[in-house]
């Protein structure tokens, strides 16, 4: 088997090839594991996408463009929680300067933002981001604007991108979930 190729121009040479000899590979044993080497192999790999997810998510905090998404949120601190909610409802997204607190909970009062809950949008300010000995990320800023006046103070836990959010400025509101990156289409 052999191929020519034949040059364009004039002055460039042809290329010859040898005959090429395909070869079957037989693939090797597989490697046979034991229980414990599948657990210890599996929690590594954790491990490993534990450490990915909190370097994206302390990176989006530290750039500023971030979602906090909520798996349950606590108002005031009755200590009840709202485990029932709708995570694209319920979030606190800052852009650069631009900043919301969504929370919307199912209880068949519309609340002032329509969902059952509260919206508030304004410009991010006071930004401030420290590492404890633990490795845990804290960040705060403050989300300003004529109808909103709320300091924010979260948490982003090491090696995870599991976080927690407490916002005051009003009834005292505790979200708890996942800082994920995020850029909106104008900020692209």
């Not at 044993?29 to 414990?36: G, K, R």
């Not at 709708?86 to 979030?91: C, D, E, K, V």
């Not at 930004?127 to 300091?151: C, E, K, L, P, W």
Request: charged share 25%; with cysteine.
């Amino acid at each position: 088997m052999g191929f020519c190729a034949s040059a364009q121009d004039a002055n460039e040479v042809d290329i010859e090839t040898s005959d090429v000899q395909l070869e079957m590979i037989t693939p090797a044993q597989p490697v046979q594991e034991t229980e414990q080497e599948i657990k210890e192999r599996e929690k590594k790999l954790r491990e490993m996408n534990d450490e990915v997810a909190y370097a994206k998510a302390s990176n989006s905090l530290r750039r500023g463009y971030f979602v906090l998404v909520a798996d349950n949120i606590q108002i005031g601190n009755m200590g009840y929680r709202h485990y029932d909610i709708n995570r694209n409802s319920n979030f606190v997204l800052v852009q650069g300067t631009d900043g919301i607190i969504q929370f919307a909970l199912n209880t068949g009062y519309s609340g002032s933002n329509g969902l059952g809950g509260w919206t508030g949008k304004g410009e991010v300010r006071k930004q401030r981001m420290t590492y404890d000995d633990n490795g845990d990320v804290h960040y705060q800023f403050s989300i300003v604007s004529g109808t909103v006046n709320a300091d924010v103070f979260i948490t982003l836990f090491n090696n995870s991108k599991r976080a927690v959010a407490t916002i005051t400025g009003g009834p005292t509101i505790t979200i708890y979930g996942e800082i994920l990156p995020y850029r909106d289409k104008k900020h692209r």
